[in-house]
């Protein structure tokens, strides 16, 4: 007896695969092999029977939700000598046969699927309240509290260090902003500088 996506089945058989991929390719001496190794998935085939059971009729729909999770790629757990979470039904067939009068035979190809977690961690962030009103700084554009860019049309003989005495900043924030070489400065380029 095992059980598929919450269904019982008469699981007669199961068996299951586990490989690798190798590299054909030489590989050179004194390197790690486990470098050439690829794993592939893990596959399981199980197959049994699907029976009606008692009163209720219905190998049928059973046999047409199983068939709809493996069209939809839905992933299912299967409980049986095997176990395993996580898994994607490749391929699904099936017998009626006289001797099998209340359901049908089947054989079933699962294939394991390795979920991974993302390491991207969305920061937490909490609004402090104390109770008295935010005033939106008036830097910028009125309303924005965003700061207005600045620009600078570069002229002939101009550099990071006449520019930035010129705007009360410093070379290495022109730097920062402008990313030019400090003698590749284009004559007649907007540089920016706030």
């Known amino acids: ?19 690798v991929n190798v590299t054909a390719y030489p590989v050179e001496d004194g390197l790690p092999l486990n470098d050439s190794v690829q794993r592939n998935p893990d596959t399981f085939s199980i197959s049994g029977k699907i029976l009606d059971k008692g009163k209720v009729k219905n190998s049928n729909d059973k ?7 493996m069209n939809d790629g839905k992933a299912i ?4 000598r095997l176990n395993a979470k996580d898994v994607l039904i490749t391929s699904f067939s099936g017998t009626y046969t006289s001797s099998v009068g209340n ?5 079933m190809e699962l294939q394991k699927v390795r979920i991974t977690k ?3 961690i969305k920061k937490k962030t909490k609004k402090k309240t104390s109770g008295k009103k935010t005033v939106k700084s008036n830097k910028g554009k009125a309303g924005t ?4 860019k600045k620009y600078h049309t570069v002229k002939p003989g101009e550099n990071y260090s006449n520019i930035a005495k ?6 290495a924030a022109l730097r920062k902003l402008n990313k030019w070489p400090d003698r590749s400065i284009p004559a007649g380029g907007r540089m920016r500088v706030k």
Do not use: C, W
């Open 1 to 19: 007896m095992a059980k598929i996506h919450n269904y019982h089945i008469d699981s007669m058989q199961e068996t299951f695969n586990s490989s």
């Open 63 to 69: 046999r047409k939700h199983l068939k709809n999770l």
């Open 77 to 80: 757990k299967y409980v049986g």
């Open 103 to 107: 359901g049908f035979e089947f054989t």
């Open 118 to 120: 993302t390491p991207y």
């Open 145 to 148: 509290g965003k700061a207005l």
């Open 166 to 171: 010129k705007y009360g900043t410093t070379i």
